[in-house]
C-alpha cells in the first residue's frame, strides 16, 4: 500500500533555514500537502504542491517535488521560534484520502 | 473561515464505556474524515463519509463504528472502549471537489483507563 517517510526530529537555530523531507510510494498522487501541527492542535494546512510541479515558494515557505524520485521537501527560510511544531508531509490519492508520514518534530533554539 | 468543531477537547471513559465523539462543521462539505494520531506513527484514518447516510473503512477500522445522519455532522462511536483506543482523534471535512484540502478540527484527547 502506500507509504509515506518522514524523520522523526529536526533542530535548527533560530534564523537559519530548516529543510523536512519527506519520501512516498503513490506515483499516481496528484496533490502533496504540507500540515503544521502546534502543541494541543489541530492539523493547519500550510502548503501543497500539484505533482505537475517541481517547485512551489510561498513567502518563507519553499517546496520543492522530485517526481522521479518520490521525494517532497519543505525549507523554512529564516526560522523562528514560532516555527516549532510537528509537520506532517500528505499525499492525497484517487479517492481523496490523505496519507500521513509520521512527523518532523521541528525545533527551533534561541 | 471554514469550521470543524469537536465536542470535547478532553476526555477520560472507563474500559467498557461506550464512547461518542462529535465533529461538526459548518462549510457544507461532503466529505468527512476520522483519524487517531499516534506518537510516531502520524495520523491514520479510521472511517471516512463521502455524503449523509454514506460510510466507509479507513486504515483501522476495527473497535470504531461511524454515523452521518445529517450532512455537517459526523459521529466516531466507541462501542466497548478498550486501553488501546487511548488517543488523539482528530476530524477533518473536505469538500467533494477535486483540488480542494481536508480541514481539521482541534482534536479530542481521550483517555481509556
Known amino acids: 500500500g502506500e507509504d509515506v517517510e518522514q524523520s522523526l526530529f529536526l533542530s535548527v537555530r533560530e534564523g537559519d533555514s530548516s529543510v523536512i523531507n519527506c519520501t512516498y510510494t503513490d506515483s499516481s498522487s496528484t496533490y502533496l500537502y504540507w500540515y503544521k501541527q502546534e502543541p494541543g492542535a489541530g492539523l493547519q494546512l500550510l502548503t501543497y504542491?500539484?505533482?505537475?510541479?517541481d517547485m512551489k515558494q510561498d513567502q518563507r515557505l519553499t517546496v520543492l517535488l522530485n517526481k522521479k524520485d518520490k521525494h517532497l521537501s519543505l525549507r523554512i527560510a529564516d526560522t523562528q521560534t514560532g516555527d516549532s511544531a510537528i509537520y506532517f508531509c500528505a499525499e492525497e490519492d484517487s479517492s481523496y484520502k490523505l496519507i500521513f508520514g509520521s512527523g518532523t518534530r521541528l525545533l527551533v533554539r534561541p | 473561515d471554514v469550521k470543524v468543531t469537536q465536542s470535547s477537547r478532553y476526555l477520560v471513559k472507563r474500559t467498557g464505556e461506550k464512547v461518542f465523539l462529535e465533529c461538526v462543521q459548518d462549510?457544507?462539505?461532503?466529505?468527512m474524515f476520522w483519524y487517531r494520531q499516534d506518537p510516531g506513527l502520524g495520523l491514520r484514518l479510521i472511517y471516512f463519509s463521502y455524503d449523509v447516510k454514506m460510510k466507509e473503512k479507513g486504515d483501522i477500522p476495527e473497535g470504531y463504528s461511524v454515523s452521518r445522519e445529517k450532512k455537517e455532522r459526523f459521529s466516531l462511536i466507541l462501542e466497548s472502549a478498550s486501553t488501546n483506543q487511548t488517543s488523539m482523534y482528530l476530524c477533518?471535512?473536505?469538500?467533494?471537489?477535486?483540488?480542494?484540502?481536508?480541514?481539521f478540527g482541534p482534536g479530542t484527547r481521550l483517555l481509556v483507563l
Open positions: 477533518a471535512s473536505r469538500p467533494g471537489l477535486a483540488q480542494e484540502t481536508q480541514y
Open positions: 462549510m457544507d462539505h461532503e466529505n
Open positions: 504542491i500539484f505533482s505537475n510541479m
